[in-house]
């Protein structure tokens, strides 16, 4: 994959780390089990678009956010974190 | 047989220069230029190999890279390569070539009566058969290994450079045919950087066999003219014997190439691997032609007819002196007379249609070239070698036998989708070609030619140009003037439908895929066992599997299996086509990658002092850390009892400059610790440091460190060795998600300084003499206090803080300044008995004080309370971790807790790693309920002490466990005690 980091342009995968979704909020500590466990072990998992969270590793070092179709790989939007939506 | 020199013919050799090589030990001699193959049939070397499984005798089918039979072992300077296809290989002086799986030779194979077997040897038969015992499999296993198989894994490492190289450019174009040629052509004439690849050694090779012209030229010259345009082009590079073996993601594709000198010792690589970014992909990689299927259709002799006429073509050689020519189009017979003008005799060409195009017929006729139509080739006979033909007339039963040396296969040409279906975009069926062509193209992807389903010359050429203008408009680039050639001549391509099997075949002789040995018969029985889906059939009868996939096998299996189901072929799909298209080296795709290159190794600033005082190296991430010093005649544990006493008695320096430190700054940093660590740090004033433990969101220890406060908002965080770049990541994801409003910097300077830690009793005696405008004293500078000053003449950081349980000071000095202060505080310190001292020894102190560590007792699983941090946690805030603490499964009683174990009976190790059982039940298996997470021997004891985690582990103190381990040799009784050995009140480190 190419992904396009907002802040170096595009570069290979390789620079990059996958960081798990995005958008994704610790419930406060007294949510409840219930909460806490549906934030902790369940996910989407998608089949199409699915905004995640990446690290340029081997490049700037900064957090972005991509918008990544599962299904086929296509990148449709990256950018700052929280500012993709 | 080579023919006598021409000057017309055999465009690929080199007359007049001779090359010796053997086959299975047989001198030979061959041209430069030939292949493996060419040469093998120039000697009139028709048997080549052993089939795979029923060890039946077979030749050379083709001369690309869809050969399923001719895989060879060939050997030069030292480097063996095992199923190298010899239709690809270029022969070379000195060459050992040797066939594979035959005993004790090709001409007398034991194995060979496996053949008359084989009606009992269908598919799955093994599995069938040797179900019981099943402890007995593996013997089974072994036997059919060593009858079944393709070539050997060479015993050695391959010798000479194997490489991989990155590149980018504008239009890749895979295959340097007619319709690549233009393609590369009209991209390199519009400025764009390309990159043409093909897969045999000399481009358009294709175009040898055509009869028209091309701007008023012979074929061939046309493509010499084209690639000498190409090669002058700075903008173009031409890659020969390279085949793009995979397209992926976001137009990542690679290549295979395969240098011409594979013995150029150590100035080239034999093979390189390239990883390709093209912006535009134009696949011209042309169609495969199909074999027909007959009994006994395995038979040296029975070779594709567009092989035939390369070899004649490109190599002067002719593989037999008559042929039947088997087809069902009109350019099998083109190919017959192709073949006569090359001094082949046709005995025959026999069509399954009734009818030829009245053009063919007559030109065949003018030939003298007998044809009969309506009829099928249903059997080859002769055992080693092909003598003949049975040829039966699809009006009536009769059969007719016709003598030859040579069956020339021309049914049909499929094209090659292969790459188009690495993008995982849709195959469509064409009827009339009887095979799969290009669905809807991905972006990017653009194919012409005979893969798009584009034949002919001039079609195809069309086709190219239309490709390569596409290509060169998606890269913005302006359209050059290349202009359609003037093409006059040759013959239109007419597709033809396949035709179905003759009635009355004996189905166990007709080989649908001849590396694997899948027979038609196969193919029913897969049917009939329910195994009738494609992806089933390949995998119950390994039709399309080995190293050619199917390219030969593929199309004529599916169209078998579409008549047995009665459906079209284009209903029943195909199997997924994966990477890579041929196959490649493992050696290419580690490249420089292996032994000291396969990852960087990290040495601090003091490595060459410890090298000289004779460390002992042991990895920690990519950073070599002096594990001990060695002194002569001391074994690996005395020397770190040696030192563990020495520190313990007087002082000791050890180096932990590796140790992560991240420097954190700004108004709002006590707010991001705050929220990182589980333990407060807002009270903590400037000048000092705390311990703090960070967790993951879901309540496990993620890592463990002392923060010092040097500035109001100014904080040292250290970290582990092996997790600086984890931690760094988690406190910049925090702020770039949740705590992004805050106002911090953070910023990895672990390789900014060198740090070492004096420690010992004697310690602050050593570092008073070196250390000027800090006040040592402990009122002044107490544990966890810091301060700034001057240590051995440079500039420094001092933290008390002690990881061995003595008094201990980290000094950090700018990294430039590492060997200076290491030299200067040793040296001052030898007459106060300073020694150094490595990470085993730091260890032993460790575990001696009951000090957790990251990836050992920390191993993800546990909480704070499993070590017996509970009541740091703060309860006042909320930090990550916190929420997933109130989980009930992370408040059970029976969770694993830290605690120490000593061996109940002296002079007796606690084994390593072992598992936990209750006391004498663990015969017969009991549960385990803890394991050992880290174990040493404290010289300060006497004896063995180990760290572990055990259920409720808190509440069995005295208790006597089992510390089983069969890998170290039994079982040991261990006591429960209290996880810190040595000063638990911690005097000592508070002196």
Known sequence: MVIKCPFCGPRADVEFVYGGAAGLTCPPDDAGDTAMTDYLYRRENPIGPHRELWVHRHGCGIWIEVERNTLNHVITRTGPVGETR | ?991
């Open chain 2, 1 to 991: 047989m080579r023919r006598p020199t021409k000057e017309d013919v055999g465009a690929l050799i080199d007359p007049h220069t001779t090359l010796d090589f053997t086959f299975d030990g047989k001198q030979m001699t061959g041209f430069q230029g030939d292949t493996v193959a060419s040469a093998l049939l120039a000697n009139g070397i028709d048997l080549v190999a052993r089939s795979f499984k029923y060890h039946r005798p077979r030749g050379i089918v083709s001369a690309a890279s869809e050969e399923p039979s001719a895989l060879m072992t060939v050997r030069i300077d030292g480097l063996e390569e095992p199923n190298t296809r010899a239709t690809q290989a270029l022969l070379q002086d000195g060459m050992a070539v040797q066939s594979q799986n035959r005993w004790p030779s090709l001409e007398v194979d034991v194995f060979g009566v496996l053949n008359s077997a084989s009606a009992f040897l269908p598919s799955g038969f093994y599995y069938k058969t040797f179900m019981a015992p099943s402890r007995a499999w593996p013997f089974y296993e072994w036997v059919i290994r060593h009858i079944a198989g393709l070539g050997k894994v060479p015993a050695e490492p391959p010798t000479g450079r194997y490489e991989r190289t990155f590149a980018h450019c504008d239009v890749l174009v895979a295959g340097g045919g007619a319709a690549g040629l233009v393609a590369a052509l009209s991209a390199g004439r519009a400025g764009a950087r390309v990159i043409i690849a093909e897969e045999q050694s000399h481009l358009g090779l294709g175009l040898l066999p055509e009869t028209g012209t091309i701007d008023g030229m012979k074929p061939w010259d046309w493509v010499g003219k084209v690639v000498a345009e190409l090669t002058s082009m700075p903008n173009v590079r031409v890659l020969r014997a390279t085949t793009v073996v995979g397209l992926y993601d976001h137009n990542m594709v690679t290549l295979a190439e395969r240098l011409p000198a594979l013995n150029t010792a150590e100035a080239q690589p034999r093979q390189r691997l390239w990883k390709l970014r093209p912006r535009e992909i134009v696949l011209a990689i042309g169609s495969i032609e199909r074999p027909v299927l007959f009994e006994n259709n395995d038979r040296p002799g029975v070779m594709l007819a567009s092989a035939i006429e390369a070899y004649a073509d490109r190599f002067n050689v002719l593989a037999g002196r008559r042929a039947v020519v088997a087809t069902s189009h009109d350019g099998g017979s083109l190919t017959a007379l192709r073949l006569k003008k090359h001094g082949i005799d046709i005995a025959a060409v026999v069509d399954s249609r009734n009818a030829i195009s009245a053009d063919v017929a007559a030109a065949l006729k003018a030939q003298d070239i007998r044809c009969v139509t309506g009829a099928d080739v249903v059997a080859a006979t002769g055992r080693r070698h092909v003598n003949g033909v049975r040829v039966r007339l699809r009006s009536g039963d009769v059969d007719m036998d016709i003598d030859c040396d040579l069956v020339a296969l021309a049914g049909g040409w499929s094209p090659n989708v292969h790459l188009f279906a690495h993008t995982r975009a849709s195959l469509g069926y064409d009827a009339d070609l009887g095979a799969f062509v290009p669905g809807e193209a991905p972006l990017h992807v653009h194919s012409a030619g005979a893969c798009h389903g584009v034949f002919g010359l001039a079609d195809a050429i069309r086709d190219g140009l239309t490709a390569g203008h596409n290509a060169i408009a998606a890269c913005g680039l302006t359209p050059a003037d290349v202009v359609m050639p003037d093409i006059t001549g040759g013959h239109e391509f007419q597709p033809r439908p396949p035709v179905g099997l003759p009635q009355g075949l004996n189905q166990n002789r007709v080989f649908v895929d001849l590396q694997n040995d899948v027979t038609v018969a196969d193919i029913h029985l897969a049917t009939r066992e329910n195994y009738g889906a494609v992806e089933h059939l390949k995998r119950y009868t390994t039709l399309g599997m080995g190293t050619d996939q199917g390219k030969l096998g593929n199309l004529n299996g599916l169209a078998v299996l579409a008549d047995i189901r009665g459906v079209e072929v284009g209903d029943l799909g195909t199997t997924t086509y994966r990477p890579p298209y041929t196959p490649i080296t493992f050696a290419s795709v580690i490249g420089g990658d292996k032994g000291e290159q396969n990852h960087p190794t990290r040495r601090n600033a003091a490595h060459r002092l410890h090298a000289e005082a004779n460390a002992h190296w042991v990895n920690a991430g990519l950073w070599k850390r002096p594990q001990f010093y060695p002194q002569a005649g001391e074994s690996d544990l005395e020397a770190v009892n040696r030192e563990v006493l020495s520190v313990r008695a007087c002082a000791g320096i050890v180096d932990v400059s590796t140790l992560g430190k991240i420097d954190v700054q700004g108004p709002d940093a006590i707010e991001l610790l705050e929220r990182v660590y589980m333990n407060g740090f807002r009270t903590l004033p400037v000048g000092k440091g705390r311990y703090g433990v960070m967790l993951r969101d879901d309540g496990m220890i993620f890592d463990d460190g002392v923060t010092m406060r040097i500035g109001e908002t100014h904080f040292i965080m250290s970290t582990t060795t092996g997790q600086i770049q984890q931690v760094v990541e988690h406190l910049t994801r925090m702020l770039a998600t949740e705590c992004r409003n805050l106002d911090v910097f953070v910023t990895n300077v672990t390789e900014s300084w060198f740090s070492c830690a004096l420690a010992g009793p004697d310690a602050r005696r050593v570092l008073k003499g070196v250390t000027e405008g800090i006040d040592l004293s402990p009122t002044a500078l107490p544990f966890m206090g810091c301060a700034e000053g001057v240590v051995a003449g440079l500039p420094a950081r001092l933290f008390r803080i002690s990881f061995s349980g003595e008094l201990s000071y980290e000094i950090n000095v700018p990294s430039d300044c590492g060997t200076a202060l290491w030299k200067r505080l040793l040296a001052h310190g030898a007459d106060l008995g300073l020694k150094v001292y490595g990470v085993e020894s730091m260890g032993v102190m460790r575990v001696e004080k009951g000090y957790f560590v990251v990836g050992r007792e920390a191993d993800g699983r546990v909480t704070p309370d499993d070590l017996g941090l509970g009541r740091m946690a703060s309860k006042k805030k909320s930090y990550i971790g916190s929420a997933a603490l109130n989980l009930p499964a992370l408040k059970e009683p029976g969770r694993r807790q830290l605690v120490g174990l000593v061996p109940v009976a002296p002079g007796i190790k606690v084994p390593r790693g072992a598992t936990i059982v209750e006391k004498g039940v663990h015969e017969g298996g009991a549960p385990p309920i803890g394991h050992v997470t880290s174990q040493v021997f404290s010289p300060c004891l006497g004896h063995g002490v180990a760290l572990a985690l055990v259920a409720g582990g808190r509440a069995r103190m005295g208790e006597h466990l089992t510390a089983a381990s069969p890998l170290e040799g039994g079982d040991v009784v261990v006591e429960v005690v209290d996880p810190v050995f040595i000063d638990p009140k911690g005097e000592r480190l508070n002196e």
